[in-house]
């Protein structure tokens, strides 16, 4: 039976008719995380289904200025395809767009009929596929940040935060959200079934947070996908942007993306919980944050992906610019919150929101996976306030430096792919080639009218 007469598709497509929907936007994560997107009629589904949707293997080594980079299999290639195909057990119609139900994506390789090389969301398979072999099923919560920005002509940007309260941290309502942008984003964002819990005002002006519940780690990578991409849409639909890069202005802060991570055992009990073991944690948990601590310079170009990130880090940021970890500490890189039996989990605080959701999860649950096959014990936690390079080591402080970590991190890299992170490395220090070539604002001022 070929595709188009699959019993599936007809159901499914009978069921988003019954919801009024005539067009389906099939959705997939680049390298950096942003959404591919290609809109199709409802009663050509079928077609997508057998034969799939063709897109240029380049669309993951496009940057975000439209340029291809000349990733090995792309461009010497001569611009191959990959294949995308609905996977309709995902659609759900837009609250906010009527007659449109999104879904996912799965891309493969025309040629093999194999996962796209370059594909996240195959690589956090992977990575669960091997956690499986030890037993374990990662369960992730995802908590996001962004700027929300509004138009300023004139200004060098153009973009100025909506607003520019500032001491409005940790609320709610019209005081430092006169629009009600988060209150309209919270209850479509329910509509979509994303699994969000709740919001507030976030330390700067214009920054939101916004959590979205635990799940399994593909579900929850997921779910934060498609977060980032609804508020980017919402807030373009408002003229404004939603901006989640990691530090979009230099006089505030900068934006997280902190994973919690857990892991259940066979039983679907909590592995990371231990009443007799130190901390209250089992070996497998300190084993974990092990891992993450020994991998966290190679785990940082995964986490901290762009030339931006590494303007989020410094003294006094609680962005953690140093290894370690702590005991409800969020000066550490790794906090473990005082829950402990079901709620047992470590918080890993290292990611922006800059973040591909599928290649941060991913990173983290192989440093973890490697910690546990090691079975070695982290050092003892941080206490007090951190940020002391006399007792924990510096992660790396700039993009290339991370890249190379990474490239140098054989253990994390045979769990991640060789094509994979050969791809990821060439894209990337693509990027830090072209910054480093770029004459920015700063430099014109430093210096042309005294040299």
């Known amino acids: 039976m070929s595709a188009s007469d699959s019993p599936d598709i007809r159901r499914h497509m009978e069921r988003l008719a019954a919801e009024g929907v005539d067009v389906v936007r099939v959705q997939y994560p680049d390298l950096m995380g942003t959404d591919r997107a290609r809109d199709v009629l409802l009663d050509q589904l079928p077609s ?134 988060l209150l309209r984003t919270l209850r479509l964002l329910r509509d979509l079934g994303l699994g969000v819990t709740n919001g507030n005002h976030e330390f700067d002006g214009g920054q939101i947070e916004i959590n979205l519940t635990h799940s399994d780690a593909l579900d929850a990578a ?50 990371f919980d231990d009443p007799s073991g130190a901390y209250g944690l089992s070996a497998t948990a300190r084993h974990a944050v092990a891992g993450i601590l020994a991998h966290a310079p190679a785990l940082a170009a995964l986490a901290n992906p762009t030339v931006n990130s590494y ?22 890189m790794v906090r473990i919150p005082p829950e402990r039996g079901s709620g047992a989990r470590l918080e890993l605080r290292l990611g922006d929101a800059g973040a591909n959701p599928y290649l941060l999860v991913a990173g983290t649950i192989a440093a973890a996976l490697l910690g546990v096959r090691a079975g070695e014990e982290p050092a003892a936690p941080l206490e007090g306030y951190g940020y002391d390079t006399a007792r924990s080591a510096v992660l790396p402080t700039s993009l290339p430096a991370a890249l ?22 060439a894209y990337k ?16 001022t430093e210096y042309a009218y005294h040299l």
């Open 48 to 181: 997508a289904g057998e034969h799939g949707l063709a897109f240029c293997r380049a669309v993951y080594h496009t940057t975000p200025q439209g340029d291809v980079v000349p990733v090995p299999g792309g461009l010497d290639a001569g611009l191959p395809d990959v294949c995308v195909r609905p996977d309709l057990s995902t659609a759900v119609p837009l609250p906010w767009e009527p007659g449109v139900a999104a879904c996912l994506g799965e891309v493969s390789d025309p040629a093999t009929g194999e996962p796209a090389a370059e594909s996240p969301r195959d690589l956090l398979r992977t990575v669960l596929a091997r956690c499986a072999e030890q037993g374990l099923r990662p369960v992730v919560g995802p908590e996001l940040e962004y700027f929300l920005l509004e138009p300023a002509p004139g200004t060098p940007t153009g973009w100025r935060r909506a607003p520019e309260t500032t001491g409005a941290v940790y609320t709610a309502g019209l005081r430092a959200d006169p629009g009600n942008h």
């Open 404 to 425: 190379d970590a990474l490239e140098a991190d054989t253990a994390l890299t045979d769990l991640l792919g060789k094509d994979f992170t050969a791809s990821f490395l």
């Open 222 to 271: 997921d779910r934060a996908f498609r977060f980032k991409a609804a508020v980017k849409e919402l807030a373009r639909k408002e003229g404004k942007l939603a901006t989640f890069m990691a530090k979009p202005f230099g006089d505030a802060g900068g934006s997280g993306f902190h994973l919690h991570l857990s892991c259940d055992d066979a039983e679907g009990r909590n592995a």
């Open 311 to 332: 303007k989020r880090f410094g003294p006094d940021t609680l962005a953690p610019w140093l290894i370690d970890w702590g005991l409800d500490n969020r000066s550490a």
């Open 429 to 444: 220090r693509n990027e830090a080639e072209r910054f480093g070539r770029h004459v920015t604002d700063w430099e014109f």
